[in-house]
């Protein structure tokens, strides 16, 4: 168990739906990141947050956002879905961010779109 | 950021030591050399990471070349369950505000044979 906790573990929803997937960071943790997981893709860094504002961002479309909150819980939020935006969605976090750090991933949220 | 080369796959008997291989010729002097593994599916598994010196911790060894261009990940007795998916990555240092997060390549598919 990383500490790193993520919900829901999986969904269903159909196209054109709005999702929102929660990540709660391990105690202490300062710094969050997304990565999607899909077949084709591999593991695809989205958006990175430390201590609440966003630091940078990666291969994140622009249906998607993500927010991180005072009490520095992660939100991913995923509109206008499409097929191909199914996948495996990881959260990670590290104490702060800097190479020094290691960053610890959640088990991830399946999302399905049909 | 520093590339890494990875054999796509190896095999291991049980209960031998199995050695991934990784080659990271243009890695700079301070960026860390990290090794994650993913089990199907399952979040990415912290194992070690190490700058300079070999690194040993209760999952693994990690041995990096004086030149630092390369290192080897070293489970020394590998069972079933270290079959996954293994990921060397490097490290880069946050430049300004960019992504400190981790690149993942294609990894190594390490199988341990009964």
């Known amino acids: 168990d990383s500490g790193v906790t993520q919900t829901p573990k999986h969904l269903i929803t159909a196209t054109g739906q709005r999702v929102t997937l929660r990540c709660s960071p391990r105690?202490?943790?300062?710094?969050v990141y997304w990565y999607q997981q899909s077949l084709d893709q591999g593991l695809q860094f989205l958006i990175q947050?430390?201590?609440?504002?966003?630091?940078a961002k990666g291969n994140i479309l622009e249906r998607f956002s993500a927010q991180q909150f005072p009490d520095l819980h992660s939100e991913l939020n995923l509109s206008s879905l499409e097929l191909g935006d199914s996948a495996l969605y990881f959260c990670?976090?590290?104490?702060?961010?800097?190479?020094?750090?290691?960053?610890?991933f959640g088990e991830g949220s399946w999302l399905t779109v049909v | 950021d520093a590339k890494t080369t990875q054999p796509p796959s190896m095999d291991c008997a049980e209960g031998r030591a199995a050695n991934l291989p990784c080659n990271h010729s243009?890695?700079?002097?301070?960026?860390?050399v990290y090794w994650y593994r993913q089990i199907h599916s399952q979040g990415p598994q912290y194992i070690i990471h190490?700058?300079?010196n070999n690194e040993t911790n209760e999952m693994a060894s990690l041995i990096i070349t004086e030149d630092r261009k390369s290192s080897t990940l070293i489970l020394p007795h590998a069972t079933l369950r270290d079959t996954a998916v293994y990921y060397c990555?490097?490290?880069?240092?946050?430049?300004?505000?960019?992504?400190?997060?981790?690149?993942f390549g294609k990894g190594t598919h390490l199988i341990i044979q009964p």
């Open positions: 105690s202490g943790d300062l710094s």
């Open positions: 990555i490097v490290r880069p240092l946050n430049s300004g505000g960019g992504a400190d997060g981790l690149t």
């Open positions: 990670a976090s590290s104490v702060e961010s800097g190479p020094g750090n290691t960053i610890y």
């Open positions: 947050y430390y201590n609440g504002e966003e630091r």
């Open positions: 190490g700058l300079k």
């Open positions: 243009t890695i700079s002097g301070n960026e860390y």
